[in-house]
């Protein structure tokens, strides 16, 4: 089960504060993730605890949206949230670094994930959870490539 969590640093430039305002702004990671093309705020909320958003997601011959409650807003440290609010985990934590900010992303495939999986793709879940593990283990370093490519535009 070691395979159901993974992350990944990298150096960005910029302060904690102005790295975690970049990716607690849900609106753009369209722009930087492989697999998820947009997603939204629900009305009024934004990125605070309680908070729910829309995430649009693609891959060749599929589709789907998913939900998401964000569990940590601590600006300049950490941002989280939960796909379903409670299957899938997505953290963002930044650190003072030599060169600005060091970012890790965090993703973790719960138990209630699992369990969710095993419901509805009964004998395929154990390689659709697969499918979902080599997404996030590809994913997220072409992610956070992306986030440091926006930070130095913008510290430029």
Not at 23 to 50: F, I, L, Y
């Amino acid at each position: 089960m070691d395979e159901l969590v993974f992350s990944q640093s990298v150096d960005v430039p910029g302060s904690p504060d102005s790295v975690y305002d970049l990716v607690a702004d849900v609106t753009r990671m369209g722009g930087w993730s492989p697999t998820c093309t947009a997603c939204w705020w629900d009305e009024g909320q934004g990125p605070q605890v309680g908070s729910w958003f829309t995430g649009r997601n693609e891959v060749p011959g599929r589709s789907w949206e998913t939900r998401s409650l964000v569990t940590v807003a601590e600006r300049g440290r950490e941002f989280t949230f939960l796909v379903g609010g409670s299957l899938v985990q997505w953290s963002y934590t930044m650190r003072p670094a030599p060169a600005g900010t060091e970012l890790t992303e965090s993703w973790e495939f719960r138990p209630e994930g699992i369990a969710m999986f095993r419901d509805r793709f009964g004998d395929d879940a154990d390689n659709q959870i697969a499918i979902r593990t080599a997404a996030a283990h590809e994913g997220i370093p072409a992610t956070l490539a992306a986030i440091r490519r926006t930070a130095q535009e913008l510290s430029t």
